[in-house]
Nanobody
Framework: QVQLVESGGGLVQSGGSLRLSCAAS????????MGWYRQAPGNERELVAY???????TYTDSVKGRFTLSRDNAKNTAYLQMNSLKPEDTAVYYC????????????????WGQGTQVTVSS
């Protein structure tokens, strides 16, 4: 089994910064992709930033130039540095990973974290 544990959410004023972390643990053979989604009240979950292998990182247009996704492969951890935060960034942020488990190295499975709240006040 694989677990994703997120941390780093909180309350920040407009223009401030936060750094989210997502640590993957468990029976991991390889992590093929990691990233972040978010869901605001009344909205659908949307992609924020994602990286797969050596492909360029994908960012949703609204966060380009403000958010940076990075990975520490040795720690199976992904980070989302969020700068110049805006009230419209307020949402629950979910970590997502595509993982090849040790027990089934011919398959890829998708996992989600429990979510961390980010609130940006105006």
């Amino acid at each position: 089994q694989v677990q994703l544990v997120e941390s780093g959410g909180g309350l920040v004023q407009s223009g401030g910064s936060l750094r989210l972390s997502c640590a993957a643990s468990g029976s991991i053979y390889r992590i093929n992709a990691m990233g972040w989604y978010r869901q605001a009240p009344g909205n659908e979950r949307e992609l924020v930033a994602y990286i797969r292998g050596y492909d360029p990182t994908t960012y949703t247009d609204s966060v380009k130039g403000r958010f940076t996704l990075s990975r520490d492969n040795a720690k199976n951890t992904a980070y989302l540095q969020m700068n110049s935060l805006k009230p419209e960034d307020t949402a629950v942020y979910y970590c997502n990973a595509k993982v090849v488990p040790i027990t089934r190295i011919w398959d890829e499975y998708e996992y989600w974290g429990q979510g961390t709240q980010v609130t940006v006040s105006s």
